[in-house]
């Protein structure tokens, strides 16, 4: 099932869902370093920021290798001379004349679920095995493509797609969780039936009323915090994912979630790892129980309250949530929005993404041909459906949720973004499995532009996708900015995004560990196409 109204939010059942990858920061592509390391980008804007606000100057940047070797309005004084040449620089093969164009960090996605098939059924996965190929071929170029020099990966580890990216000539600086941290018959555990369910997402801790219900061949001294904390760690992770769901508003019923007792102890054993903790949640209990916690970031936006009509856009209780608010920027506590999770559903809905001009570059064209034809749309039909099932007033029409939907987040978004939340950007791609609702790195710039719609600003914008998230994720002194010693994850634009937000889609290069990429060359429109008889193969 898919998120309906915003409310509920499924998978597809454990026998379709592809588990997510981990790397570390400096893997992905399998691309030979060229013998000349260095590049020049010279009279260029160069666009940076901190925590609080934006600066650019017009200047010099010089990449040496995968780092970011000088930074500044001077050419770079140079120590190494060429050719008995004082001043030049061993092996400059490479510049760049960057009038007119417009340097900024590479944007951070921190929230995605890698190796996931977008809008198919269990049945279209195995009718159309080349077509899933061909998507997830796709996917770490459509990250670049769309400006994502780095993703955070939310789930579950898995080698293979791991390898998919490490083995892709042009791939994004891949992190991950490692292993999230589940609650015993919580959300994650409930895709799956008794007892399978605790051997697929086996890092899970437990309340200590829940004990007579875990049956007895379980170790219990293996699904303490501390444990949970360790088997993330040695997965590899560099930050922690744990969840708070109440079940969408009561749509799903019997989620157990963990006590305050236990998230607090979660959070101290990730601390004293020096892992940020981040929390699902989208209730207002949620909310609390993260604030009480003291958690780094609140993954996804204040979506549901315990009172108040679904069609309700401002919240029933405002002073309560109010209060929240204040208690999350008081505490400095990161959030992720992630509006497209349910704005993609009008998406779906509407089949109107398929008129987007650049889902060309994001689907390869016999997966685009697919999803335009009658069967590629049943997950619209799927839709309605559910919504039918599970919207509380079944006299109201379906249209009318989801428009009601779409106001609330971006109005609570708004309040926040007035509040001083610090926002960051994470999209929860691939957001809905069941129709053409999120591909990946597409996904990010419509949720940078649903943020504008909302009322952030651009300024705001540029700092969540970039320095912000890199802080929130305790990866600053690597990336985020443009500064001496940074990695180089960068991107050159043709026009400004502090004047516009349709900057972020007017890409020239993509920088991404110091290898320069041409836009173009990460289109769809350049994957080879299957040929007709492997379709169905």
Same mark, same amino acid.
């Given at each position: 099932?898919?998120?309906?109204?915003?409310?509920?939010?499924?998978?597809?059942?454990?026998?379709?869902?592809?588990?997510?990858?981990?790397?570390?920061?400096?893997?992905?592509?399998?691309?030979?370093?060229?013998?000349?390391?260095?590049?020049?980008?010279?009279?260029?804007?160069?666009?940076?920021?901190?925590?609080?606000?934006?600066?650019?100057?017009?200047?010099?940047?010089?990449?040496?290798?995968?780092?970011?070797?000088?930074?500044?309005?001077?050419?770079?004084?140079?120590?190494?001379?060429?050719?008995?040449?004082?001043?030049?620089?061993?092996?400059?093969?490479?510049?760049?004349?960057?009038?007119?164009?417009?340097?900024?960090?590479?944007?951070?996605?921190?929230?995605?679920?890698?190796?996931?098939?977008?809008?198919?059924?269990?049945?279209?996965?195995?009718?159309?095995?080349?077509?899933?190929?061909?998507?997830?071929?796709?996917?770490?170029?459509?990250?670049?493509?769309?400006?994502?020099?780095?993703?955070?990966?939310?789930?579950?580890?898995?080698?293979?797609?791991?390898?998919?990216?490490?083995?892709?000539?042009?791939?994004?600086?891949?992190?991950?969780?490692?292993?999230?941290?589940?609650?015993?018959?919580?959300?994650?555990?409930?895709?799956?039936?008794?007892?399978?369910?605790?051997?697929?997402?086996?890092?899970?801790?437990?309340?200590?009323?829940?004990?007579?219900?875990?049956?007895?061949?379980?170790?219990?001294?293996?699904?303490?915090?501390?444990?949970?904390?360790?088997?993330?760690?040695?997965?590899?992770?560099?930050?922690?994912?744990?969840?708070?769901?109440?079940?969408?508003?009561?749509?799903?019923?019997?989620?157990?979630?963990?006590?305050?007792?236990?998230?607090?102890?979660?959070?101290?054993?990730?601390?004293?790892?020096?892992?940020?903790?981040?929390?699902?949640?989208?209730?207002?209990?949620?909310?609390?129980?993260?604030?009480?916690?003291?958690?780094?970031?609140?993954?996804?936006?204040?979506?549901?309250?315990?009172?108040? @009509?679904?069609?309700?856009?401002?919240?029933? =209780?405002? #002073?309560?949530?109010?209060?929240?608010?204040? *208690?999350?920027? %008081?505490? +400095?506590?990161?959030?992720?929005?992630?509006?497209?999770?349910?704005?993609?559903?009008?998406?779906?809905?509407?089949?109107?993404?398929?008129?987007?001009?650049?889902?060309?570059?994001?689907?390869?064209?016999?997966?685009?041909?697919?999803?335009?034809?009658?069967?590629?749309?049943?997950?619209?039909?799927?839709?309605?459906?559910?919504?039918?099932?599970?919207?509380?007033?079944?006299?109201?029409?379906?249209?009318?949720?989801?428009?009601?939907?779409?106001?609330?987040?971006?109005?609570?978004?708004?309040?926040?973004?007035?509040?001083?939340?610090?926002?960051?950007?994470?999209?929860?791609?691939?957001? @809905?499995?069941?129709?053409?609702?999120?591909? =990946?790195? #597409?996904?990010?710039?419509?949720?940078?532009? *649903?943020?504008? %719609?909302? +009322?952030?600003?651009?300024?705001?914008?540029?700092?969540?996708?970039?320095?912000?998230?890199?802080?929130?994720?305790?990866?600053?002194?690597?990336?985020?900015?443009?500064?001496?010693?940074?990695?180089?994850?960068?991107?050159?634009?043709?026009?400004?995004?502090?004047?516009?937000?349709?900057?972020?889609?007017?890409?020239?290069?993509?920088?991404?560990?110091?290898?320069?990429?041409?836009?173009?060359?990460?289109?769809?429109?350049?994957?080879?196409?299957?040929?007709?008889?492997?379709?169905?193969?």
């Amino acid at each position: 099932m898919l998120v309906v109204n915003g409310f509920i939010r499924f998978a597809l059942l454990g026998a379709i869902l592809l588990a997510h990858p981990l790397l570390k920061a400096d893997g992905g592509s399998k691309a030979e370093p060229a013998t000349c390391r260095t590049t020049l980008i010279k009279d260029i804007t160069i666009i940076s920021a901190d925590q609080h606000r934006v600066s650019s100057q017009t200047g010099f940047v010089l990449l040496d290798g995968g780092k970011i070797a000088h930074v500044g309005q001077t050419k770079p004084v140079l120590n190494q001379p060429l050719a008995g040449k004082p001043g030049s620089h061993p092996l400059i093969c490479n510049e760049i004349d960057g009038r007119g164009k417009y340097l900024t960090p590479g944007l951070i996605d921190s929230h995605v679920h890698t190796g996931q098939m977008i809008g198919f059924a269990k049945k279209h996965h195995a009718k159309y095995p080349a077509l899933v190929k061909s998507y997830l071929q796709q996917e770490p170029r459509n990250y670049l493509y769309f400006g994502f020099t780095t993703v955070l990966d939310l789930g579950e580890r898995d080698s293979a797609v791991e390898k998919a990216w490490r083995d892709s000539e042009f791939a994004p600086n891949l992190l991950g969780v490692g292993l999230s941290v589940r609650q015993f018959d919580g959300y994650g555990h409930n895709f799956y039936p008794k007892p399978q369910r605790y051997t697929a997402l086996h890092n899970w801790v437990y309340n200590p009323e829940q004990v007579p219900d875990i049956p007895p061949q379980w170790d219990l001294s293996r699904h303490t915090p501390k444990m949970a904390i360790q088997n993330a760690v040695n997965a590899g992770a560099v930050a922690i994912k744990v969840f708070h769901e109440d079940g969408f508003s009561g749509v799903i019923k019997g989620l157990k979630n963990p006590s305050p007792a236990i998230l607090s102890e979660i959070v101290k054993e990730a601390h004293a790892q020096k892992l940020p903790v981040l929390l699902h949640a989208t209730s207002l209990a949620a909310y609390k129980m993260g604030i009480e916690a003291k958690v780094d970031i609140l993954a996804h936006g204040l979506w549901h309250f315990e009172t108040g @009509n679904f069609l309700d856009v401002a919240p029933p =209780a405002r #002073l309560q949530i109010e209060n929240v608010i204040d *208690a999350v920027v %008081k505490q +400095g506590i990161y959030v992720q929005p992630t509006l497209r999770v349910v704005l993609s559903e009008s998406d779906i809905s509407s089949g109107k993404l398929l008129l987007h001009p650049d889902l060309k570059h994001a689907l390869p064209a016999p997966l685009l041909a697919w999803f335009a034809s009658d069967e590629g749309k049943w997950g619209t039909v799927a839709l309605e459906e559910e919504m039918d099932q599970f919207k509380p007033d079944k006299t109201v029409a379906n249209q009318a949720y989801l428009q009601a939907s779409a106001n609330r987040v971006q109005h609570m978004l708004g309040w926040m973004a007035k509040k001083g939340v610090k926002l960051i950007v994470g999209t929860d791609s691939p957001v @809905n499995w069941n129709g053409l609702g999120g591909v =990946a790195g #597409l996904n990010g710039l419509l949720e940078m532009q *649903a943020m504008a %719609k909302a +009322g952030v600003s651009l300024e705001q914008i540029f700092i969540a996708a970039t320095a912000r998230n890199a802080r929130a994720l305790r990866l600053d002194a690597s990336i985020g900015s443009v500064a001496q010693g940074m990695n180089a994850d960068l991107l050159i634009l043709r026009s400004n995004p502090l004047q516009d937000i349709a900057a972020w889609n007017d890409i020239d290069t993509v920088i991404v560990r110091g290898q320069l990429i041409a836009r173009a060359v990460l289109s769809a429109s350049k994957q080879q196409e299957p040929k007709q008889q492997e379709l169905k193969q």
